[in-house]
Protein backbone atom coordinates (compact mmCIF):
# COMPACT_ATOMS: atom_id res chain seq x y z
CA UNK A 1 0.00 0.00 0.00
CA UNK A 2 1.36 3.59 -0.80
CA UNK A 3 1.87 5.57 1.88
CA UNK A 4 0.29 9.63 1.68
CA UNK A 5 2.75 12.01 2.59
CA UNK A 6 3.88 15.49 3.10
CA UNK A 7 5.82 18.04 1.71
CA UNK A 8 5.46 21.65 1.71
CA UNK A 9 1.34 22.14 2.21
CA UNK A 10 0.57 19.10 -0.20
CA UNK A 11 -0.50 15.17 0.85
CA UNK A 12 0.89 13.42 -1.79
CA UNK A 13 1.70 9.66 -2.12
CA UNK A 14 5.27 8.60 -1.46
CA UNK A 15 6.01 7.91 -4.99
CA UNK A 16 5.31 11.38 -6.17
CA UNK A 17 7.02 13.14 -3.40
CA UNK A 18 9.78 15.14 -4.36
CA UNK A 19 11.90 18.03 -2.64
CA UNK A 20 15.05 19.92 -4.46
CA UNK A 21 18.66 18.48 -4.93
CA UNK A 22 19.58 21.99 -3.87
CA UNK A 23 17.76 21.42 -0.53
CA UNK A 24 20.24 22.48 2.30
CA UNK A 25 18.96 19.49 4.62
CA UNK A 26 20.44 17.09 1.60
CA UNK A 27 23.44 19.14 0.97
CA UNK A 28 24.55 20.24 4.44
CA UNK A 29 21.99 18.39 6.96
CA UNK A 30 21.14 21.52 7.89
CA UNK A 31 17.88 20.57 9.32
CA UNK A 32 15.69 19.53 11.81
CA UNK A 33 13.40 16.70 12.82
CA UNK A 34 11.29 14.69 15.31
CA UNK A 35 10.05 11.59 15.91
CA UNK A 36 6.28 11.21 17.62
CA UNK A 37 4.51 8.21 18.43
CA UNK A 38 0.92 6.89 17.67
CA UNK A 39 -0.79 4.77 19.73
CA UNK A 40 -4.40 3.74 19.19
CA UNK A 41 -4.53 6.12 16.65
CA UNK A 42 -3.41 9.03 19.10
CA UNK A 43 -0.38 11.09 19.33
CA UNK A 44 1.84 10.60 21.93
CA UNK A 45 3.38 13.68 24.19
CA UNK A 46 2.74 15.65 21.15
CA UNK A 47 3.17 19.22 22.84
CA UNK A 48 6.47 18.29 24.28
CA UNK A 49 7.73 17.48 20.24
CA UNK A 50 6.42 20.91 19.28
CA UNK A 51 8.13 22.59 21.90
CA UNK A 52 11.92 20.88 21.62
CA UNK A 53 11.36 21.36 17.57
CA UNK A 54 10.50 25.16 18.13
CA UNK A 55 13.60 25.20 19.99
CA UNK A 56 16.12 23.47 17.43
CA UNK A 57 14.66 25.53 14.61
CA UNK A 58 15.69 28.58 17.15
CA UNK A 59 19.17 27.82 17.80
CA UNK A 60 19.75 27.03 13.85
CA UNK A 61 18.31 30.36 13.47
CA UNK A 62 15.60 28.62 11.05
CA UNK A 63 11.99 30.06 10.63
CA UNK A 64 9.36 27.90 12.31
CA UNK A 65 6.92 27.56 9.15
CA UNK A 66 4.15 26.63 11.38
CA UNK A 67 2.19 27.23 14.42
CA UNK A 68 1.40 24.26 17.21
CA UNK A 69 -2.37 23.99 16.07
CA UNK A 70 -0.99 23.85 12.49
CA UNK A 71 1.77 20.65 13.05
CA UNK A 72 -0.89 18.95 15.26
CA UNK A 73 -3.32 19.12 11.98
CA UNK A 74 -1.26 18.40 9.76
CA UNK A 75 -0.08 14.89 12.04
CA UNK A 76 -3.68 13.81 12.44
CA UNK A 77 -4.57 14.25 8.90
CA UNK A 78 -0.92 11.70 8.51
CA UNK A 79 -2.71 9.88 10.84
CA UNK A 80 -6.06 9.30 9.24
CA UNK A 81 -4.98 9.52 5.78
CA UNK A 82 -2.58 6.32 6.64
CA UNK A 83 -5.27 4.26 8.66
CA UNK A 84 -2.24 4.33 11.66
CA UNK A 85 -3.33 3.54 14.90
CA UNK A 86 0.06 1.84 16.18
CA UNK A 87 3.24 3.69 14.90
CA UNK A 88 5.15 6.76 14.35
CA UNK A 89 5.39 10.27 12.34
CA UNK A 90 8.36 11.60 11.19
CA UNK A 91 8.72 15.29 10.96
CA UNK A 92 11.42 17.29 9.17
CA UNK A 93 12.09 20.70 8.45
CA UNK A 94 15.44 21.91 6.77
CA UNK A 95 16.49 25.55 6.01
CA UNK A 96 15.40 24.93 2.65
CA UNK A 97 16.56 25.54 -1.14
CA UNK A 98 18.51 28.97 -1.80
CA UNK A 99 19.16 28.35 -5.51
CA UNK A 100 22.48 26.69 -5.19
CA UNK A 101 25.45 25.71 -3.02
CA UNK A 102 26.74 27.60 -0.86
CA UNK A 103 28.10 27.09 2.89
CA UNK A 104 26.63 30.47 4.34
CA UNK A 105 23.08 30.27 4.93
CA UNK A 106 20.68 31.86 2.52
CA UNK A 107 18.44 35.06 4.09
CA UNK A 108 14.97 34.69 5.48
CA UNK A 109 13.41 35.10 2.52
CA UNK A 110 13.93 31.48 1.78
CA UNK A 111 10.78 29.12 2.57
CA UNK A 112 11.88 25.86 4.51
CA UNK A 113 11.46 22.25 3.28
CA UNK A 114 8.70 20.91 5.44
CA UNK A 115 8.62 17.11 5.21
CA UNK A 116 6.31 14.42 7.13
CA UNK A 117 5.22 10.65 6.63
CA UNK A 118 4.09 7.95 9.00
CA UNK A 119 5.47 4.60 9.36
CA UNK A 120 3.15 1.66 10.84
CA UNK A 121 4.40 -0.25 13.85
CA UNK A 122 1.56 -2.49 14.78
CA UNK A 123 1.98 -3.42 18.46
CA UNK A 124 4.48 -0.87 19.32
CA UNK A 125 4.32 -0.42 22.61
CA UNK A 126 3.93 -4.32 23.38
CA UNK A 127 6.97 -4.90 21.95
CA UNK A 128 8.47 -8.16 23.48
CA UNK A 129 12.20 -7.05 23.59
CA UNK A 130 10.69 -5.54 26.61
CA UNK A 131 10.49 -8.42 28.51
CA UNK A 132 14.18 -9.44 27.97
CA UNK A 133 15.76 -6.45 27.45
CA UNK A 134 18.58 -4.85 25.16
CA UNK A 135 22.58 -5.81 25.04
CA UNK A 136 24.64 -2.56 24.10
CA UNK A 137 28.48 -2.01 23.63
CA UNK A 138 30.27 1.54 24.70
CA UNK A 139 32.00 3.17 22.20
CA UNK A 140 33.67 6.69 22.06
CA UNK A 141 31.24 9.60 21.68
CA UNK A 142 32.96 11.84 18.74
CA UNK A 143 29.96 14.08 17.47
CA UNK A 144 29.72 17.67 17.57
CA UNK A 145 29.25 19.73 20.28
CA UNK A 146 25.29 20.55 20.03
CA UNK A 147 23.85 17.17 20.73
CA UNK A 148 20.99 19.32 22.61
CA UNK A 149 19.83 20.29 18.60
CA UNK A 150 17.99 17.15 16.93
CA UNK A 151 19.94 17.98 13.69
CA UNK A 152 19.53 15.49 11.09
CA UNK A 153 23.48 14.41 11.23
CA UNK A 154 22.78 11.45 12.33
CA UNK A 155 25.65 9.29 10.17
CA UNK A 156 27.44 9.23 13.36
CA UNK A 157 24.50 7.16 15.67
CA UNK A 158 24.03 5.19 12.31
CA UNK A 159 27.85 3.80 12.68
CA UNK A 160 26.91 3.41 16.09
CA UNK A 161 24.38 1.05 15.41
CA UNK A 162 26.09 -0.55 12.64
CA UNK A 163 29.29 -1.86 15.25
CA UNK A 164 26.33 -2.88 17.98
CA UNK A 165 24.72 -4.93 15.14
CA UNK A 166 28.66 -6.34 14.30
CA UNK A 167 28.84 -7.12 17.45
CA UNK A 168 26.03 -8.89 17.83
CA UNK A 169 24.26 -6.64 19.99
CA UNK A 170 21.28 -4.31 20.38
CA UNK A 171 22.63 -1.13 20.64
CA UNK A 172 25.53 1.51 21.42
CA UNK A 173 26.36 3.85 24.41
CA UNK A 174 28.21 6.95 23.65
CA UNK A 175 31.36 7.74 25.89
CA UNK A 176 33.14 10.44 26.70
CA UNK A 177 35.92 10.88 29.26
CA UNK A 178 34.73 7.72 30.72
CA UNK A 179 31.46 8.95 31.19
CA UNK A 180 28.54 7.84 28.82
CA UNK A 181 26.76 10.35 27.29
CA UNK A 182 23.21 8.43 25.88
CA UNK A 183 22.84 5.90 23.65
CA UNK A 184 22.63 6.41 19.70
CA UNK A 185 19.01 7.36 19.47
CA UNK A 186 17.77 7.23 22.94
CA UNK A 187 18.72 8.37 26.47
CA UNK A 188 20.86 5.82 29.20
CA UNK A 189 20.08 5.78 33.20
CA UNK A 190 21.32 3.10 35.54
CA UNK A 191 19.55 2.30 38.90
CA UNK A 192 20.50 1.36 42.05
CA UNK A 193 18.31 0.79 44.95
CA UNK A 194 15.52 3.34 44.21
CA UNK A 195 17.73 5.57 42.88
CA UNK A 196 17.47 6.33 38.96
CA UNK A 197 20.79 7.99 37.71
CA UNK A 198 20.85 9.69 34.58
CA UNK A 199 23.28 12.35 32.84
CA UNK A 200 21.74 16.22 33.51
CA UNK A 201 20.79 17.95 30.66
CA UNK A 202 23.23 20.65 28.43
CA UNK A 203 24.70 20.70 25.16
CA UNK A 204 26.00 16.83 25.66
CA UNK A 205 23.05 14.88 24.98
CA UNK A 206 19.20 15.66 23.61
CA UNK A 207 16.97 16.94 25.84
CA UNK A 208 14.51 13.63 25.51
CA UNK A 209 10.69 14.22 25.56
CA UNK A 210 10.36 10.66 26.73
CA UNK A 211 12.89 11.17 29.11
CA UNK A 212 11.32 14.34 30.73
CA UNK A 213 8.21 12.50 31.02
CA UNK A 214 9.73 9.29 32.62
CA UNK A 215 11.91 11.58 35.22
CA UNK A 216 8.54 13.06 36.07
CA UNK A 217 6.87 10.28 36.31
CA UNK A 218 9.33 8.25 38.40
CA UNK A 219 9.45 11.14 41.01
CA UNK A 220 6.15 11.31 41.50
CA UNK A 221 5.79 7.23 42.40
CA UNK A 222 8.22 8.50 44.88
CA UNK A 223 12.03 6.88 42.84
CA UNK A 224 14.96 9.23 43.94
CA UNK A 225 16.33 10.84 40.57
CA UNK A 226 19.72 11.86 40.52
CA UNK A 227 21.14 13.86 37.19
CA UNK A 228 24.93 13.66 37.59
CA UNK A 229 27.29 11.52 35.15
CA UNK A 230 28.29 8.20 35.63
CA UNK A 231 31.06 5.51 34.25
CA UNK A 232 30.79 2.63 32.31
CA UNK A 233 31.93 0.99 35.60
CA UNK A 234 29.53 2.08 37.80
CA UNK A 235 26.91 1.34 34.83
CA UNK A 236 28.26 -2.50 34.83
CA UNK A 237 27.81 -2.84 38.48
CA UNK A 238 24.19 -1.17 38.62
CA UNK A 239 21.52 -2.97 39.68
CA UNK A 240 19.55 -1.99 36.38
CA UNK A 241 19.66 -0.23 33.67
CA UNK A 242 17.90 1.23 30.84
CA UNK A 243 17.22 3.50 27.64
CA UNK A 244 14.14 6.17 27.08
CA UNK A 245 12.94 7.34 23.54
CA UNK A 246 9.80 8.53 21.69
CA UNK A 247 9.73 4.71 19.92
CA UNK A 248 11.50 2.51 22.62
CA UNK A 249 9.50 4.15 25.40
CA UNK A 250 11.66 2.59 28.40
CA UNK A 251 13.27 -0.14 27.73
CA UNK A 252 15.20 -2.23 30.10
CA UNK A 253 19.20 -2.99 29.42
CA UNK A 254 20.62 -6.21 30.70
CA UNK A 255 24.17 -6.04 29.22
CA UNK A 256 27.16 -3.23 28.96
CA UNK A 257 30.10 -4.79 27.24
CA UNK A 258 29.25 -8.20 27.53
CA UNK A 259 29.21 -7.95 31.38
CA UNK A 260 25.75 -8.62 32.86
CA UNK A 261 23.87 -6.18 34.56
CA UNK A 262 21.88 -7.41 38.00
CA UNK A 263 21.03 -10.13 36.94
CA UNK A 264 21.08 -9.97 33.29
CA UNK A 265 17.15 -9.93 32.95
CA UNK A 266 14.80 -6.48 33.73
CA UNK A 267 14.79 -5.97 36.75
CA UNK A 268 11.67 -4.54 38.88
CA UNK A 269 11.97 -0.80 38.51
CA UNK A 270 12.16 -0.33 35.13
CA UNK A 271 9.25 -2.51 33.53
CA UNK A 272 7.25 -0.71 36.20
CA UNK A 273 8.27 2.72 34.92
CA UNK A 274 7.42 1.67 31.34
CA UNK A 275 4.08 0.57 32.66
CA UNK A 276 3.76 3.33 34.35
CA UNK A 277 4.83 5.60 31.21
CA UNK A 278 2.86 4.18 28.67
CA UNK A 279 -0.13 4.26 31.32
CA UNK A 280 -0.27 7.87 31.58
CA UNK A 281 0.86 8.62 27.71
CA UNK A 282 -1.83 6.82 26.86
CA UNK A 283 -4.35 9.13 29.14
CA UNK A 284 -2.89 12.32 27.59
CA UNK A 285 -2.78 11.35 24.17
CA UNK A 286 -3.88 13.45 21.68
Given at each position: ????????????????A???????G???????????SV????L???????V??????S???M????T????????R??????G????????Q?T???P??????????????????????K??L????????G??????P????????I?T?Q???P??G????K??G?????????G??????????????????I????????????????????A?E?????????????????????????????????????G??????????????L????????????I
Amino acid sequence: MTRTVYVNGDYLPETEAKVSVFDRGFLMADGVYEVTSVLGGKLIDFQGHCVRLARSLSELDMTNPMTDAEWLAMHRELVAQNGIQDGMIYLQVTRGNPGDRDFAFPGPDVTPTVVAFTQAKPGLAENPQAAIGIRVISIPDIRWGRRDIKTVQLLYPSMGKMMAKKAGVDDAWFVEEGHVTEGTSNNAYIVKGNRIITRPLSSDILHGITRAAVLRFAAEAQMVVEERLFTVEEAKQADEAFISSASAFVMPVVELDGAQIGTGKPGKLVPRLREIYLEEMRKAAI
